[in-house]
């Protein structure tokens, strides 16, 4: 993968909270994630189970309203000329190619304009308009402000306790989230939302769908991010090789619920999955990457998903 030095980074998508303290309480008081866990929260590894690359949908409480960040050294870090060197600076450059991408395809997939969402750069804890989270949450997309949110020292855990350290890791979590608010905009996470409450006996498996279905818009977009370009016409990828996409496939393995319980030390129980198998991810985000075709992502169909 190579970036373009040249491209613009448009820091007006990010909205940088970092050092701003952020807040406590948890969102609505529940695990966050897929929805797939019961109890509390008591273990890293228990939260990656139901909380790593989801969407979360809990209300919070007016105290959780999510805040406008500084991007005044935001700025000026990117627009130095070494600015995809830094870590922050090239996620900032990946949620621009994410967003023309979808600016493109969804009026053509979809017949709807696309809304931008911004990303918010957090540290330790943030508050947002599902309420409260911190960084033990993992990335994740809230419909309620329409906000994808992240601590960038979430990949260095990615890399050593997860084992996933390859660089297009990163552009896959920022677009398997980014997959999420289009499920928000064209109306299938809250269909999803209400089929959970028509029927609570299949709400772990939507939840997959759902999931699943983030993870081939995420290859659905890495398929076409070479055509993706900055507001003046540069193009931000020079190349994605096959090397990355293979980079993107084991970050999926790496995060599926069978594999995340059994790093957790406890038996592989498929009534709790809420994101699907590591196969699973790979299978779909593969799915997106070789069609390139959105509505090719309909994890919703009947067999689609076994």
């Known amino acids: ?37 019961t ?9 990656l189970v ?56 969804m009026p053509k997939s979809f017949g709807d304009p696309y809304k931008p969402a ?11 308009g599902c309420g409260s989270a911190d960084s033990g949450t993992g990335p994740f997309y809230c419909p309620a402000d329409d906000k994808v949110y992240i601590d960038l020292t979430f990949y260095k855990q990615l890399a050593e306790e997860l084992g996933a350290p390859g660089e297009f890791a990163q552009p896959y979590v920022l677009a398997h989230e980014y997959g999420h608010h289009i499920q928000d905009l064209v109306g299938t996470e809250a269909q999803m939302r209400r089929d959970q409450e028509r029927d609570p006996s299949q709400a772990n498996k939507l939840s997959v769908k759902l999931e699943l279905q983030a993870d081939c818009y995420a290859g659905v977009w890495a398929k076409g991010a070479t055509g993706t370009a900055d507001d003046k016409g540069q193009k ?50 593969a799915n997106g990457y070789k069609s390139g075709d959105p509505k090719k992502c309909d994890t919703f169909a009947s067999g689609a998903v076994s």
């Open 50 to 105: 139901g909380g790593y690359f989801g969407i979360n949908q809990l209300g919070g409480s007016d105290s959780g309203a999510a805040n406008s960040g500084d991007n005044t050294n935001l700025q000026q870090e990117c627009s130095q000329s070494d600015a995809i060197k830094q870590l922050d600076c090239r996620n900032t450059l990946y949620v621009n190619s994410i967003q023309a991408f979808w600016t493109d395809e």
């Open 236 to 285: 931000i990828f020079k190349s994605i090789t096959a090397q990355d996409i293979q980079e993107g496939l084991d970050t999926a393995s790496k995060i599926g619920d069978d594999t995340l319980q059994q790093r957790g030390g406890g038996t592989v129980n498929p009534a709790e999955f809420t994101h699907g198998t590591s196969a699973q991810r790979q299978e779909w985000f």
């Open 39 to 47: 109890g509390i929260i008591v273990t890293v590894l228990i939260a």
């Open 1 to 37: 993968m190579e970036l373009n030095e040249n491209a613009n980074i448009d820091t007006s998508q990010i909205d940088d909270e970092r050092g701003s303290g952020g807040g406590g309480g948890g969102i609505g008081g529940l695990p966050i994630g897929g929805g797939g866990l």
């Open 118 to 128: 911004k990303t918010t750069f957090f540290s330790r804890a943030v508050n947002t």
